[in-house]
């Protein structure tokens, strides 16, 4: 073998990965920061994967899973290029995986059997909010039925006072979830003890108003609380429709994310939903830039009934659904759905 011929071979080959980097950093396709470090996450409302044994059986979302044969993917399914795509995804599971017949009596209350589990799974729903009042719809069995069902499936679940962690692309996420009454002492030392062990706080809040569209003055004072106490996100449910997104000291907050995947009501008046997705990018300093984008959806893949598959809004429908909820929102402008939060200069 010819030494001069394999060096000089070697050394084109050097400078044309050189020049092939050259031109990608500078048409933007490479970063020039090798250190940086990014995650995304999406973000959804209410989950309600069961039904009120009070509603009967037909046009309930325990009918339907029958009606396919038990195909869990059918609940996702026209999300799943979303959440599939992303690192982590993000709902509030609103009601209990549990075969107790012992219901609180109370006006809704909701339960799915705890192979539903799979829903969750064959979503790509990685992580779960229990902090909210549909959590002990069937006592302490029914919290520890459905505990035990997550736990099994590796679904990660928090709330209820169970701080955890999640931990992707060398980029770690803490999550915290309250109903309601809040300690704000308590959730400041939370929130301060958290960001000594992770990279980014979500803090997920079951608070507001139902059916009401703008959030009251205690949900805006805790989560510019919140955010001051060091959360890098503060997401909201349980009034059922959509709230505003508000920009508050370089982070995102959303009041409400609405219903989602809703077994609560065989036909909501308002479907409309959406699939908030939020990259952090992360350096070697701490944040380095945070961007968001609204994906309008449906609660339903049909408009005259809750057929429990949340669908994906698109065309003239979708940027209605924007100039819509751009009136909700304060100091936000939308392009294509997509919001700059924060970018370090």
Known sequence: MNLKFRAGNAVIVVLMIGFYLFLNIAMGKVTANANSKQILVTVVGDCTLGTDVNFGYEDTLPAVIDSIKGDYSYVFKKVYSITSADDLTIANLEGTFTNSDCRFPKAFAFKGPPEYVRILTSGSVEAVNLANNHTYDYYEQGFNDTVRSLQNAGVLWFGEEAVRSFTKN???????GYAFSVDEDQLAKTITVLKKTTDIVIVSF???????????????????FAIDSGADMVVGHHPHVLQGLEIYNNRLIAYSLGNFAFGGNTNSTDKRTMLLQIK????????????AKVIPA??????YIN????????GEEKQIFLEWLQTLCTGISFKQGEIRVFSKS
Do not use: C
């Open 206 to 224: 079951h608070w507001g108003h139902e059916s009401s569209y703008w959030p009251d003055d205690e949900q805006i004072d805790l989560a510019h």
């Open 280 to 291: 952090f990018t992360l350096d070697e300093q701490g944040m380095k830039t945070i961007r």
């Open 170 to 176: 060398g980029v770690s996420i803490g999550l915290l």
């Open 298 to 303: 449906s609660i339903s893949s049909v408009d």
């Open 307 to 314: 057929n429990y598959q949340p669908n994906l809004i698109e």
